[in-house]
Structures are given as structure tokens and as C-alpha cells.
């Protein structure tokens, strides 16, 4: 696919340098740049995890939503 592209001078510099080092032409070079971002994304992802600590009982009742402010405001908390 032939197109044009506007590249900041970053980029620029990025193509020259694997140019000059692997001897590519600027598609080549473009190519492997963007593969590399490509398979950046896909690799450096594990499988997400979250650690956890017990916090032990609960203090009020989870399941009752009137009786957890009456422990926690007070009788007559009248919302």
C-alpha cells in the first residue's frame, strides 16, 4: 500500500538510526518500527491480579441497609 505520511522528527530519527544499523531502506525500516510497536502492546500484558487482605469480621450488618446506620449514626439517624 503506497501513502503519505506526515512523521515527527522523533520518529524521523528512530527510522534513520535502524536504518543506518540494519542497512534497510525508510518502508523496511518504517515496517519493523511499527511491528515492534505492535508486538509491544500484545507482550507486556500478564494476566491481571489483585492482592487482597482479610479485614476481618464486619462490624455492621452488610446486608441491612437501615440496621448499618443505626449502628453507625445512632437510633432515630431519620435520613
Given at each position: 500500500m503506497r501513502t503519505t505520511v506526515t512523521l515527527d522528527d522523533d520518529v524521523?530519527?528512530?527510522?534513520?538510526?535502524l536504518r543506518?544499523?540494519?542497512g534497510l531502506g525508510t518502508s523496511a525500516a518504517v515496517n519493523a518500527l511499527a511491528r515492534q510497536g505492535l508486538a509491544y502492546h500484545e507482550d507486556t500484558?500478564?494476566?491481571?491480579s489483585q492482592?487482597?487482605?482479610?479485614?476481618g469480621r464486619a462490624r455492621v450488618p452488610l446486608d441491612d441497609i437501615g440496621a448499618a446506620l443505626e449502628v453507625l449514626?445512632?437510633?432515630g439517624h431519620g435520613g
Amino acid at each position: 500500500m503506497r501513502t503519505t505520511v506526515t512523521l515527527d522528527d522523533d520518529v524521523v530519527r528512530a527510522v534513520e538510526e535502524l536504518r543506518r544499523e540494519q542497512g534497510l531502506g525508510t518502508s523496511a525500516a518504517v515496517n519493523a518500527l511499527a511491528r515492534q510497536g505492535l508486538a509491544y502492546h500484545e507482550d507486556t500484558r500478564g494476566p491481571f491480579s489483585q492482592r487482597v487482605s482479610s479485614m476481618g469480621r464486619a462490624r455492621v450488618p452488610l446486608d441491612d441497609i437501615g440496621a448499618a446506620l443505626e449502628v453507625l449514626e445512632g437510633e432515630g439517624h431519620g435520613g
